[in-house]
């Protein structure tokens, strides 16, 4: 196992997880709280038509699932304002929409030989340097903005309406969210997958959610608790030799379920 | 015209093609104490949404204190309905509170000490003080109330406008809502959307029945008195038949409202 930490390959996974999982930590609790979860799977989940098209048109991957997931929240944020009743039924169709056109570019490249697996569940080989100062920068610019707009995003959360009226820029803010919703899964898409990102937005923050009472705890805690699901997953899926997304992602169920029996227990002895 | 607090001229309003409001016309004094009453999609949010300039009207003309609502400048406390926020959300009792001054953080989008010495007044102000670090979701529903009023309060409001406040909330529970408002009511205007019309009877000063077009009604201080000596008699119950034999007639109603 301790081979594993001297080769670049796997020292490149680590720092990137960590760095996911610094995002993941801090834009989970928020997208839980408002009820995003769905709306993050659909924008997960039509970004692999930004990584069809960009194989196709052979540009780069990582632009064209930047710019599909951007342009999937835009159309998820404005259809969630618009026709409120109906979020979930056009969450569905982005979702299925933005797959599909994801095959069908996969499927009129000729002879591309690029794993689109990989995409789906993560590749523990995929991260390189360049990808890490991304995530890096990234990262940054999430602490920056969460920070700034801490108290707005609560105030988005609990009560939108009175928010708006208290002069709140609800509808600015619920799209910045889901973009930065959209850029997370855009950076985890490389280790845990594009299926499986939504799992690890969910699971830390459930959890730390039982345990702390304010949106700042539950962002750190689930910030810890990512990486150290991230960090077991990577091991697990070296040693195993298996995906890292659903090495990662069952490493975390595990987590949570014993998170939760505790909590239960605890509960109970009181 | 001074001492308007709300006009509406002619209002109509539509919803999904839909005419939800037709030809509004009252208006509400300063320091009045208004019930906005009706049956269930009658209209009586949608009213309350357009006196605060949420929604806007198809026709006709609002004025809140002479001014159209959203350029008024007016503060207004409003107090939504109890499904209308998300209580599992993770935030302190204080943390709400301080969403009613969230207009003036300062330039880092913090509160300063004055706004945090004015919510912990406010939450004084109607007796929720030592829950200032509580989470709103452990709180029962009337002391959940009144916090979303304190938050309201925290604000210096002009004008405090309350969406049915007492909808999920026990008898006992709804009977102090309304002596806080009633007390509130002293010095600012009120406007309360609710279903109980035993506390409409023997709170407000004017009730406005909404279904589709209003009518106004005016509640005496007799008749509040008497309403008030009522409710006390019921400790933990007072239903609506018993209610309606109480009143009577006592009920008085302006020229319109005999016309139907």
Redesign the interface.
């Known amino acids: 196992m301790f081979e594993a930490l001297q080769m670049p390959f796997f020292q490149h996974a680590l720092v990137a997880g960590i760095l996911i999982a610094i995002a993941i930590g801090i834009i989970g ?1 928020l997208a839980m ?1 408002n ?1 995003m979860t769905f709306m993050s799977g659909g924008i997960a989940h039509a970004t692999y038509g930004g990584v069809g098209a960009a194989i196709f048109f052979g540009s780069s991957i990582l632009v064209g699932a930047a710019l599909a997931s951007i342009i999937a929240a835009a159309a998820i944020s404005f259809i969630s304002y618009r026709f409120s009743s109906r979020t979930d039924t056009a969450i569905g169709i982005v979702w299925a929409v933005g797959m599909s056109t994801g095959v069908i570019f996969s499927d009129l490249t000729a002879g591309y030989n690029v794993d689109l697996m990989s995409f789906l569940f993560g590749s523990i080989l995929a991260v390189d340097i360049s990808d890490l100062w991304l995530m890096a920068v990234f990262d940054l610019i999430i602490v920056v903005l969460v920070w ?5 995003f ?2 988005l ?3 939108p ?8 820029k609800t509808q600015i803010l619920h799209f910045l969210l889901l973009g930065l919703v959209a850029m997370t899964v855009v950076l985890a898409m490389r280790l845990v997958g594009l299926i499986m990102v939504i799992a690890l937005l969910t699971m830390p923050s459930f959890s730390s ?1 039982r345990f ?4 700042g705890k ?1 962002m750190s805690v689930s910030v810890i608790l990512s990486i150290v699901y991230v960090i077991c997953g990577l091991l697990l899926a070296y040693m195993y030799d298996i995906s890292s997304g659903a090495s990662v992602i069952t490493v975390a169920a595990f987590g949570t379920i014993t998170l939760f029996l505790i909590k239960k227990i605890k509960g109970s002895s009181r | 015209m001074k001492n308007l607090a709300v006009e509406l001229d002619g209002v109509s309003f539509f919803y999904n093609g839909k005419e939800i409001l037709h030809n509004v016309s009252i208006s509400v004094s300063k320091g009045d104490f208004l019930a906005i009453i009706g049956p269930n999609g009658g209209g009586k949010s949608t009213l309350l949404k357009l006196m605060m300039g949420i929604l806007k009207p198809l026709h006709g003309e609002i004025r809140l204190f002479g001014k159209t609502p959203a350029k008024s400048g007016i503060a207004i406390g409003y107090v939504p309905q109890e499904t209308g926020h998300n209580i599992d959300f993770p935030i302190t009792v204080m943390e709400v509170v301080l969403m009613g001054v969230i207009h003036r953080r300062n330039i880092l989008r913090r509160y300063n000490h004055i706004l945090k010495q004015k919510a912990a007044k406010a939450l004084q102000r109607v007796n929720m003080y030592s829950f200032a670090e509580r989470k709103i979701s452990e709180l029962s529903g009337g002391q959940r109330q009144r916090v979303l009023i304190a938050r309201a309060l925290c604000g210096d409001p002009d004008i405090l406008m309350l969406d049915e406040p007492t909808a999920s909330i026990d008898f006992r529970g709804q009977k102090e809502i309304f002596e806080l408002l009633e007390e509130l009511n002293e010095k600012i205007t009120v406007i309360v959307v609710s279903h109980d019309m035993s506390m409409v009877m023997g709170f407000a000063k004017h009730a406005a029945y909404v279904n589709k077009s209003v009518i106004m009604h005016t509640i005496d201080s007799h008749t509040r008195y008497q309403i008030k000596q009522q409710l006390e008699g019921h400790n933990g119950h007072y239903c609506g038949a018993e209610f309606w034999q109480d009143v009577g007639h006592r009920i008085e109603c302006n020229e319109e409202c005999r016309h139907v």
């Open positions: 609790p709280a009820k700034f707009y801490y108290y707005d609560m105030a959360s609990f009560d309406v009175f928010a708006r009226l208290r002069g709140v959610e702390v009472n304010s949106l539950i």
